[in-house]
């Protein structure tokens, strides 16, 4: 067992409040609250000479809503690879990505042979006039509230390669993602019909699906659901499983490039069966190794099977995987509720839209590289099942209900397994490697970097943005890094018990359904008894930043402390002072936020410093004013530190870099000196570089001196920098060319 196992041994101390209080949070949460439900039986048959599925499908959509419908719009997510014209195609070219504009017809794919029917009659189908993966079933007489229809279509799809986004094959290794006919969600806004995106998930009506997919018989399946009446081919995984434990005994996995079997010329039909999911997905490879655990959940006792698939092509890694699954269910089964399926399941294959993708019960992992990438993904991955597949809000519109709160337990997940992470796990180095100085800084740092690198420029945007619409940095740097630490310090501020228990409370009372920002605020603001304006409109809503600053101190006759302190921001969050002693904390006080000057008393006690922020959770735009010394000439200024080339910024340090350069020009020749400046990973208020050097040709000092100042970013504007350059070379005009600096 791990030592994250520990963790869940102790007394699960959640408890349930009075009903009462259920009933009320309930009443206000979801008024007016509706859901449609779509249940599915599908047949699908995969052709892997041809790369081609071929189905049938039968929906039963139930009308939940007050609202009569006379159309229903569907989703056909496969047509998103069949030109240069959809969404999916353009969205990859403005990322620079241009493998699909360059593809081939044969690489590309598409769905047809539709032929819808509602109750067994034809019905109209009018296609989208921009996106050809949208359409609307026009219906021959309205579904009335609480009234049933049954929809059914054959469909044929040409499956792309698996190297443009989530759908496809790699030769025969299929992955097979949004490649149904889907009706897109009618909640209280309306309607929600999408294209499909590479930046920007997706929003699904839940349901149940009863799916049997046939494969040639020595295919290797997993999917959304569980086995429906699979005897065989629980004998043929688990003489999989068998296979593979021994080969990691005898050290006999090793990472290499493995080829395909032929295919058995028998075929075979699994049945996969679920309820409460909202989408169903599987692979299929013939090159599978296989192992499989169980877990008891830390607050039901039930015990679910874990289950993971991988291929040669990181085998190594791969060996300890079922640990990662293991932990990452336990993980979030106590901290947010217990997992209600029966399965977990990782596959290893190509992910063209990142490290990892989502489904249902399963996910699929891409090429990891080291250990440690490889757990976080599959555990982040995992985390899905609950910020998307049992909660499912809608991620095209609000990312950070997902990604962001996801990637918000990730961070938790590595500082409770892994404390003593460092920066150096982002390139897979152990915290000896020196580069930068990653070693001196926690894992958690890495989320606070992607955000400030951006906001440092004010080029971040807003948590609430519409996932099409961020950049490809800041959709990573935003959705998931930003999100990830404003969590952390809204958990900070109001206490990890509070929070924990009021997210429990989220969990209980809106699985299966579709939360919104709203929702979560409302049943965070009442279990822990808050206002939360200043989170949402501050920390989610804009870009405002956080920017406190120490002014002074003035020790008290009764032993006691008052430091001045400046909020310098446009979001008034939660502030804590910290006092310290030769180095070690004293103590910590939480503040409530504010703009303008503020006095905080600290009580009677040995203090030589005072940080804002000492545990580094609030993500204030500038950390390097917020510690005040008692003593001393220099009460607020920090040692230097000298750099060779650079290092990540510390707060702690007055950090100056250097490294030798070399120049030439024809009067001049030869010309050696040191260039000084600040300029590092993140942008600073003030950037300067001196770079004097000695001239052998003249025997003269020469050299170059630049600086500019960068505006606040609490700015409408983006970035204004004002600044200036010197030189001082002899020249000769008459070969302008022959002059050169070099670095080195």
């Given amino acids: ?65 007050v609202t009569s419908l006379s159309y229903i719009y569907f989703h056909l997510w496969p047509n998103a690879y069949k030109n240069h014209k959809t969404a999916l195609a353009k969205q990859l070219l403005e990322n620079g990505e241009t493998d699909f504009y360059y593809s081939k017809p044969e690489e590309r794919g598409y769905i047809d042979s539709l032929d819808f029917k509602v109750n067994g009659q034809t019905v109209k189908v009018e296609y989208d006039a921009e996106h050809i993966d949208i359409c609307k079933l026009i219906l021959n007489e309205p579904i009335r509230s609480h009234d049933t229809i049954i929809i059914t279509t054959p469909f044929h799809v040409k499956l792309p390669d698996a190297k443009f986004s989530r759908l496809g094959h790699t030769e025969q290794a299929y992955y097979i993602t949004q490649w149904y006919p889907k009706p897109a969600v009618f909640d209280n806004t309306g309607w929600h019909p999408m294209p499909y995106l590479n930046q920007g998930e997706f929003y699904s ?92 959940l830390p607050t039901t006792g039930r015990v679910i099977d874990t289950w993971v698939f991988f291929t040669d092509n990181e085998a190594e890694l791969w060996k300890k995987s079922i640990e990662y699954i293991d932990d990452a269910t336990l993980f979030y089964s106590y901290f947010i509720g217990d997992y209600p399926y029966n399965h977990v399941t990782a596959v290893d294959g190509v992910i063209a839209a990142g490290g990892g993708m989502e489904y249902p019960n399963i996910t699929v992992i891409g090429s990891s590289g080291n250990d440690f990438t490889l757990e976080t993904t599959i555990m982040h991955e995992v985390g899905h099942n609950w910020f998307y597949g049992i909660m499912g809000s809608n991620e095209r519109d609000f990312p950070g209900m997902d990604e962001g709160l996801n990637s918000f337990y990730e961070m938790r997940y590595i500082q409770a397994k892994y ?26 740092e890495s989320y606070k970097l992607a955000y400030l690198i951006a906001a440092r420029k004010n080029l971040d945007q807003p948590i609430n943005t519409e996932s099409s619409r961020f950049s490809k940095y800041n959709y990573g740097a935003i959705v998931y890094a930003k999100s990830a630490i404003a969590f952390d310090y809204l958990m900070s501020a109001v206490g990890n018990e509070k929070f924990d228990d009021g997210m429990r409370f989220y969990f209980d009372n809106w699985k299966f359904k579709h939360p919104s920002p709203r929702d979560l605020q409302k049943t965070l603001e009442y279990h822990c008894a808050i206002d939360m304006n200043w989170f949402v409109e501050g920390m989610i809503q804009s870009k405002e930043k956080i920017d406190y600053k120490v002014v002074k101190h003035r020790k008290l006759e009764t032993g006691g402390h008052m430091v ?105 020749k030869f010309m050696l000196g040191m260039a000084f400046y600040n300029y590092s990973l993140l942008q600073k208020k003030f950037e300067f570089t001196l770079a004097p050097m000695y001239a052998f040709g003249s025997n003269t000092p020469v050299g170059s001196a630049d600086f500019q100042f960068n505006l606040t970013p609490n700015q409408s504007f983006q970035k204004v920098s004002i600044g200036a350059r010197l030189k001082s070379f002899a020249y000769d005009f008459s070969d302008p060319d022959k002059f050169f600096l070099i670095q080195i």
Avoid at 17 to 29: R, V
Avoid at 212 to 233: H, K, W
């Fill in 1 to 65: 067992m791990s030592r994250l196992k520990n963790i869940f041994n102790k007394e699960n101390r959640y408890k349930f409040c009075l009903a009462i209080f259920f009933i009320s949070l309930n009443s206000f949460s979801q008024d007016q609250y509706f859901q449609q439900e779509v249940d599915y039986k599908i047949r699908v048959s995969l052709n892997d000479k041809k790369h081609e599925l071929s189905a049938f499908e039968e929906i039963k959509y139930i009308n939940n809503s």
């Fill in 205 to 296: 009506e839940f349901g149940s699906f009863d799916v049997s997919i046939t494969v040639p018989q020595n295919y290797l399946l997993a999917a959304t659901g569980d086995r429906i009446d699979a005897f065989e081919e629980e004998e043929f995984l688990n003489k999989k499983v068998l296979e593979t434990e021994a080969l990691i005994k005898a050290n006999r996995l090793i990472n290499q490039k493995s080829k395909f079997p032929e295919s058995s010329p028998e075929k075979k039909t699994i049945r996969f069966m679920q309820s409460n999911v909202h989408d169903f997905a599987w692979f299929a490879d013939k090159r599978y190794h296989v192992l499989r655990d169980k877990v008891k």
């Fill in 419 to 444: 404390p003593n992470k460092k920066l150096t796990a982002l390139i897979g180095r152990d915290s000896t490697f020196k580069f930068l100085g990653l070693n001196k800084f926690p894992h958690k």
């Fill in 564 to 668: 001045l302190v400046k909020g310098k921001g446009k979001v008034n969050g939660p502030v804590s002072m910290s006092g310290y002693k030769d180095g070690k904390l004293i103590g910590q006080v939480w503040y409530s936020g504010f703009s303008g000057k503020r006095v905080f008393e600290f009580p009677p006690s040995e203090i030589d410093k005072f940080r804002i922020d000492g545990d580094n959770t609030i993500p204030e735009i500038n950390r390097s004013n917020n510690t005040l010394k008692i003593k001393g000439l220099f009460k607020k200024a920090e040692p230097l530190q000298l750099n060779f080339l650079a290092k990540i910024d510390d707060p702690d340090r007055t950090q100056l870099n250097y490294m030798p350069i070399l120049g030439f020009n024809t009067y001049n």
